[in-house]
C-alpha cells in the first residue's frame, strides 16, 4: 500500500504544478486541507484580505482549469492515481463514502489529510466523481460513468425512502429483492453515503431508530435482547454488550441492572432474568400473574394448568408459584387440586 500513497501523493503534487499563482495555489491547498486542516472560504478570505464570494470564483476556476488540464493530459501523474481509485471503487460497489475508500486504499485507518487529498483529485479527475458533504450525505467518491452527484444523492434518498416506508431495519438482501440493482454490494455502498441512515449486525434502518444505532445502555439492552429473541440474565446481557460492535461498550453489571429495572420495555421474569414487553412479557409479581390467568379464565383451574401458564411468562421454580398459591386472601382452593379467586 505504499506504493498507492506515492502515487497519490505524486498526483497530488502534479495537480498543484499547474497553478502558476501561489495566491491560488494557496486558496486550493486551504480549501482541500492538503497542508493542514480544511478552511472555510471566511476563513481563506479572511487570511488573504478578500471577500468570501471572490474565494468561492476563484476555487471554482482553479477547478475548471484543472479538469480541463486533466482531459488535455496535461497532469501525467493523475492517470496512476486514478487507476487505483476505480479499481478500488469498483471492488466496493462503484461508489464509496470518502473515509472507507481511503481505508482501502491506503490498506488501514486513513487520515484526514489523505482523505482529503483523494477527494481532491477526484473534484476533476475525468473518471471520478465526488459527492459534496452536507447534512444529509456523507463526502463520497464514485465511478463517474456510474452517475454524477445528483443521480447517486438520487440513489441515497430512494434508499433510505424505503427503508421509512417499511418502518423496520432492513438487510441487504431484503433490500436487494425491492431494488433494481446489479450487485447487493452496490446498495450497502449506496447506503453507506446517507447520514440518515445506520447500521447494525446486518441491518439497515433510519440513524434515530436505537435498533441501528444505540446511543445509550437502555438502547444497547433492547438491541442485544432483540437480537436473542429470548429471555437473558442481566450478567449475560452484559457480557454481549462487551463483545458487540457497539462504539461505546466498557459497561459494568451493575449499570446494566439499574436500566433494566428503570425501562418498561424490560420485563423481570425471574431472578435477574429479563425479558422483552413487546415479546407479550408484563410486570407483576407472581400472585398478581396467578391473578390475571384465573380472572381470565373465568373460573377455576387446576394446579397443573395454574403452574402451566405461569411458566409461560415466569422462569421460576413451580414451589414458587405453588407458594404463592397458599395465598388465601387472594386464592381459593376448591378441591384437592383446583383453584379459583378468593
Same mark, same amino acid.
Given at each position: ?15 498543484? !504544478? ?134 447517486? #444523492? ?60 444505540? !446511543? ?30 457497539? #462504539? ?13 429495572? !428503570?425501562?418498561? #420495555? ?36 387446576? #394446579? ?12 421460576? !421454580? ?25
Amino acid at each position: 500500500m505504499d506504493q498507492n500513497a506515492e502515487i497519490l501523493k505524486k498526483a497530488i503534487s502534479g495537480s498543484l !504544478k499547474i497553478i502558476e499563482q501561489e495566491r491560488e495555489k494557496e486558496i486550493i491547498s486551504r480549501r482541500f486541507g492538503l497542508s493542514g486542516n480544511k478552511e472555510t472560504l471566511e476563513q481563506i478570505g479572511e487570511m488573504l484580505s478578500i471577500t468570501r464570494e471572490r474565494v468561492r470564483q476563484l476555487e471554482k476556476a482553479i477547478l475548471i482549469r484543472l479538469q480541463i488540464s486533466a482531459e488535455d493530459g496535461e497532469i501525467p501523474e493523475l492517470a496512476a492515481a486514478e487507476k487505483i481509485l476505480v479499481r478500488n471503487l469498483t471492488e466496493m460497489g462503484r461508489v464509496a463514502k470518502l473515509s472507507d475508500l481511503a481505508d482501502k486504499v491506503y490498506g488501514r485507518t486513513s487520515t484526514a489529510s489523505e482523505r482529503t487529498g483523494i477527494y481532491f483529485i477526484a473534484t476533476f479527475a475525468k473518471n471520478l466523481t465526488v459527492v459534496e458533504e452536507n447534512d444529509k450525505y456523507n463526502a463520497a467518491v464514485g465511478i463517474a460513468e456510474y452517475g454524477d452527484e445528483k443521480t447517486i #444523492r438520487g440513489r441515497v434518498d430512494e434508499i433510505v425512502k424505503l427503508i421509512r416506508e417499511n418502518k423496520a431495519p432492513m438487510t441487504i438482501d431484503e433490500l436487494d429483492n425491492k431494488l433494481n440493482y446489479e450487485h447487493p454490494d452496490h446498495i450497502k455502498a449506496i447506503a453507506s453515503i446517507s447520514k440518515l441512515l445506520a447500521t447494525l449486525n446486518g441491518v439497515w434502518g433510519l440513524a434515530k431508530w436505537p435498533m441501528v444505532n444505540p !446511543k445509550n445502555i437502555r438502547d444497547k439492552i433492547f438491541v442485544i435482547l432483540e437480537a436473542k429473541k429470548e429471555p437473558m440474565h442481566f450478567s449475560e446481557i452484559a457480557k454481549e454488550i462487551k463483545g458487540s460492535n457497539f #462504539r461505546r461498550k466498557n459497561v459494568t453489571v451493575q449499570a446494566i441492572h439499574n436500566e433494566l429495572i !428503570k425501562d418498561a #420495555r424490560f420485563v423481570l421474569i425471574g431472578r435477574g432474568i429479563y425479558a422483552l414487553s413487546s415479546w407479550g412479557y408484563k410486570k407483576g409479581t407472581i400472585a398478581e400473574i396467578i391473578t390475571g390467568i384465573l380472572e381470565k379464565s373465568g373460573g377455576a383451574l387446576t #394446579r397443573e394448568e395454574i403452574v402451566k401458564q405461569v411458566l409461560k411468562t415466569r422462569k421460576v !421454580k413451580e414451589t414458587t408459584i405453588l407458594l404463592n398459591l397458599q395465598n388465601k386472601k387472594l386464592f381459593k382452593k376448591i378441591d384437592k387440586n383446583s383453584y379459583t379467586l378468593a
